[in-house]
């Protein structure tokens, strides 16, 4: 990896102690932080009665906060409020926040390395259209600019399109990947791209698989199998699992995750299409419902759009009290 690369991030890891939030977030997460600010300013001056305890609930359940977190929730709010511990609707803000990134394990949602000197392998899975290949496009160009080098491998071969799609990518990215042809055998490109990466030290290998893993037994047959033969080569590979989640179907992507949390691996969840939905409240359930860290989250269509996930700032984000201009 490039001293530059190192640099930057031991950069970003000074700075990111301040940890604001980015334009890209801050415009993201705007349906959602409207949807929460919308419902919550009727706490001003009021009681946590049963009707605004009724109309919290509805507020954070709008969001697609799941039924059994907005519960859980309001019950805490109502027992602190009994016990005076808070009041006005800051206090009750500050107190949800709280509550919500407590469940955020710190370092969770950190990326898995392979160790130095081995190319750190990723696949990346998920159902048809939940934006797998868009996040890996968004991922190359994440570790790229960070200074690591990567090599794409295209083993969505079902659809031819799918490979161009990568290769189209890998072309505007400027980084390496496997050619792959439509039919092929997808534990063939992923073995060949592991066997390139070790040949030429790269330092990030993704693969790409098809969308087509509508059930848990197709996921777990093509896992199994891209597994065991990239592990022929590379026995610690694969490094990481991440399974893609389209975050506009909301707590229907909670139930997705819910329904793979054990299965054949997987490490963590990308949620994309954050952007232009008031779902958003989502991401915040998959901590209490789902055994899996939120890694990355997807904020639009562009090569940009892709940030670590980083529960503090999300959280204060969508509870926004006051409408930001995007810095
Ligand atoms: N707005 C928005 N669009 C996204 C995001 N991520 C992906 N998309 C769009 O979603 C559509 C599907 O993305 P793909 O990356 O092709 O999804 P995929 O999972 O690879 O799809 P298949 O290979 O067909 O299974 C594309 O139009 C992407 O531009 C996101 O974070 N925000
Ligand atoms: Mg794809």
Do not use: C
Not at 12 to 22: C, D, N, P
């Amino acid at each position: 990896m490039a001293f530059g690369g190192f640099l930057k991030r031991a950069k970003e890891a000074v700075t990111g102690l301040a940890r604001k939030a980015s334009a890209t977030l801050v415009a993201g997460v705007q349906k959602t932080a409207q949807t929460l600010r919308g419902g919550l300013d009727f706490l001003v001056g009021r009681k946590v009665d049963d009707e605004v305890a009724d109309k919290l609930r509805d507020t954070l359940i709008a969001a697609d906060v799941s039924a059994v977190m907005a519960d859980d929730l309001v019950a805490k709010v109502q027992e602190a409020y009994r016990d005076r511990e808070i009041k006005s609707k800051d206090e009750i803000l500050t107190f949800l926040k709280e509550h919500i990134k407590q469940g955020f394990p710190p370092q969770a949602s950190q990326p898995i390395w392979a160790v130095a000197g081995e190319p750190t392998v990723i696949l990346v899975v998920g159902v048809n259209g939940s934006g797998k290949t868009t996040s890996i496009a968004k991922l190359a160009y994440r570790f790229k600019t960070d200074g690591r080098s990567v090599l794409l491998a295209p083993a969505d071969t079902f659809r031819a399109a799918a490979v161009e799609q990568l290769v189209t990518w890998a072309d505007r990215l400027g980084v390496e990947y496997i050619p792959a042809r439509q039919g092929q055998d997808p534990a063939s490109v992923a073995y060949q791209a592991v066997e390139k990466a070790l040949a030429r030290h790269s330092d990030v290998v993704i693969v790409d698989t098809a969308g087509r893993l509508d059930n848990k037994k197709n996921l777990m047959d093509e896992l199994e199998k891209i597994t065991r033969v990239i592990k022929k080569k590379l026995s610690s590979a694969p490094h990481e699992v991440l399974m893609v989640l389209d975050g506009n179907t909301g707590q229907v992507a909670v139930r997705q995750a819910k329904n793979f949390e054990h299965a054949a691996g997987v490490t963590g969840l990308i949620i994309t299409k954050l952007d232009g939905t008031a779902k958003g409240g989502a991401v915040i359930s998959m901590r209490a419902e789902v055994d899996l860290p939120v890694k990355w989250i997807g904020l639009g269509e562009k090569m940009t759009d892709l940030e670590p996930f980083d529960a503090d700032v999300f959280v204060d984000e969508i509870f926004r009290t006051e409408p930001q201009p995007t810095p």
